[in-house]
T-cell receptor, first 112, second 116 residues
């Protein structure tokens, strides 16, 4: 079955620097790749997503890139701020009738 | 618009008891998924309901069950509680959103279950 690997498990960056989290998926039929942010005491929140017909998508300081050949996708956060500190999860899916397959999560720490 | 509502937020139960958690999805969403989250274990998929039918199921024992009503509200039940069932239980609804082309989930804030 589908498997999603996420790295690193913990990432510590200086405020203002960029952060990159990478995920690799195994099922080439996957076509939807969302990223979620989970703050302490809250449920995960969708922050950006990308479909397989697009190579890159940006939303202000956040961007996601997808390499279908290599079967990996990455979350890029630029100009990190203290409020970016959270756990980030990637996921992959073959479509709306299929469940999301989740990465194990990355704890992002922004150092002041 | 209203988000996903989970009740109760916190719950303390004794080993051997059973518990029922409730989830009200976003209006118009017909899919409800349940997850168990424990420290260091990420998001473990329990099951998904779509139009009152279980569509997908994760690898959890039969003590974990769920159902969905005609208004898309969902409940999950855990019988014969064990200490290891202590976790945050998250519900997520999904459906095609008119405002954006996405099938992404919207999560509730979860129910924190403690088994003592």
């Amino acid at each position: 079955g589908e498997n999603v690997e996420q790295h690193p498990s913990t990432l510590s960056v200086q405020e203002g620097d960029s952060a990159v989290i990478k995920c690799t998926y195994s099922d080439s039929a996957s076509n939807y790749f969302p990223w979620y942010k989970q703050e302490l005491g809250k449920g995960p929140q969708l922050i950006i997503d990308i479909r397989s017909n697009v190579g890159e998508k940006k939303d202000q300081r956040i961007a996601v890139t997808l390499n279908k050949t290599a079967k990996h996708f990455s979350l890029h956060i630029t100009e990190t701020q203290p409020e970016d500190s959270a756990v980030y999860f990637c996921a992959a899916s073959k479509g709306s009738n299929y469940q999301l397959i989740w990465g194990a999560g990355t704890k992002l720490i922004i150092k002041p | 618009k209203a988000g996903v509502t989970q009740t109760p937020r916190y719950l303390i139960k004794t080993r051997g008891q059973q518990v029922t958690l409730s989830c009200s999805p976003i209006s118009g969403h017909r899919s409800v998924s349940w997850y168990q989250q424990t420290p260091g274990q990420g998001l473990q998929f329990l099951f998904e309901y779509f139009s009152e039918t279980q569509r997908n199921k994760g690898n959890f024992p039969g003590r974990f069950s769920g159902r969905q009503f005609s208004n898309s509200r969902s409940e999950m039940n855990v019988s014969t509680l064990e200490l290891g069932d202590s976790a945050l239980y998250l519900c997520a609804s999904s459906g095609k959103d008119r405002d954006r082309e996405t099938y992404g989930y919207t999560f509730g804030s979860g129910t924190r279950l403690t088994v003592v």
